[in-house]
């Protein structure tokens, strides 16, 4: 059984930075393209990164551009998101998603078949 946990989301100052973490387990990390997206209150689900299987990186929010970044730890089972100068609109619950998909393609939200429960980042002073 597949599962993915989300980890070290909170309260964060704007202008902050914070590093989500999600642990995979039931699954080769390796085999899978892995992505993050976040809800906002009041708002529909939005895509923020994608890391694809070879390691292509795909924006879904241009508003994260020079701000966020995506990475993997195979052996570990473990992706981040590293988020940088952090504004009150990244607030939201952030969830990691998975799906084994080969090559440089990366999935939008309906094409992700794994994901985590979320954490809830609030961006405020």
């Known amino acids: 059984q597949v599962q993915l946990v989300e980890s070290g989301g909170g309260l964060v100052q704007p202008g902050g930075s914070l590093t989500l973490s999600c642990t995979a387990s039931g699954l080769i990390l390796d085999y899978y393209a892995i992505g993050w997206f976040r809800q906002a209150p009041g708002k529909e689900r939005e895509g923020v990164l994608c890391l694809s299987k070879s390691g292509s990186m795909t924006y879904y929010a241009d508003s994260v551009k020079g701000r966020f970044t995506i990475s993997r730890d195979n052996a570990k089972k473990i992706m981040y998101l590293q988020m940088n100068s952090l504004t009150p609109e990244d607030t939201g619950v952030y969830y990691c998603?998975?799906?084994?998909?080969?090559?440089?393609?990366?999935?939008?939200?309906?094409?992700?078949?794994?994901w985590g429960k979320g954490t809830l980042v609030p961006v405020s002073s």
């Open positions: 998603a998975a799906e084994a998909i080969p090559g440089s393609a990366c999935p939008g939200a309906g094409g992700m078949a794994h």
